[in-house]
T-cell receptor, first 113, second 114 residues
């Protein structure tokens, strides 16, 4: 357990509404990531952060924005949710030192109707 | 940019039989390699990793993987599977410059049959 929590764990929302998912970590890790998981696609990177206020886009960033105003929280926002954004969203952090592996949160299942 | 190909989307195997889950990668730079497991309705758990050194890497739950640079492969093996190994397995790669995002394969669903 790398001290990662995600909220909410489940959410159903309507097309066109804004949605914010939160990732919270308790161990002061610098690097944080948001992935989405879809059947047949594995996990794909949405955005990542390498420090407070430092973020970059991933493979599937269209329609998503992120913010990181403090080390422990990394927020993912869907400005106007679409049905194609129905997915399971995972937050991850990189372990410290020279280990480089990523540890994942429990996931958020988002359904856009 | 890196890419990962998991050659089998589904692998059924009988309990106590050996299994190999295949993973090939493509990259223009040196890489780190990982295998993750996802049990039903759960998050991802690291099975093992290759950073450098010995090309045979041992992980948790009796799994091991071998890095083959010439074949750009990182196949996962277990000599005798259990029902509890039924899960989805993901191979992932990152640049070996550290802390770069992972690129995942599409996953292999391992089903262990009693």
């Amino acid at each position: 357990d790398a001290g990662i929590t995600q909220s909410p764990r489940h959410k159903v929302t309507e097309t066109g509404t804004p949605v914010t998912l939160r990732c919270h970590q308790t161990e002061n890790h610098r690097y944080m990531y948001w992935y989405r998981q879809d059947p047949g696609h594995g996990l794909r990177l949405i955005h990542y952060s390498y420090g407070v206020k430092d973020t970059d886009k991933g493979e599937v960033s269209d329609g998503y924005s992120v913010s990181r105003s403090k080390t422990e929280d990394f927020l993912l926002t869907l400005e106007s949710a679409t049905s194609s954004q129905t997915s399971v969203y995972f937050c991850a952090i990189t372990a410290g030192g020279n280990s480089y592996e990523q540890y994942f949160g429990p996931g958020t299942r988002l359904t856009v109707t | 940019a890196q890419s990962v190909t998991q050659l089998d989307s589904q692998v059924p195997v009988f309990e106590e039989a050996p299994v190999e889950l295949r993973c090939n990668y493509s990259s223009s730079v040196s890489v780190y390699l990982f295998w993750y497991v996802q049990y039903p309705n759960q998050g991802l758990q690291l099975l093992l990793k290759y950073l450098s050194g010995s090309t045979l890497v041992k992980g948790i739950n009796g799994f091991e993987a071998e890095f083959n640079k010439s074949q750009t492969s990182f196949h996962l093996r277990k000599p005798s599977v259990h029902i509890s190994d039924t899960a989805e397995y993901f191979c992932a790669v990152s640049e070996n410059s550290g802390n770069t995002p992972l690129v995942f394969g599409k996953g292999t669903r391992l089903s262990v049959i009693a």
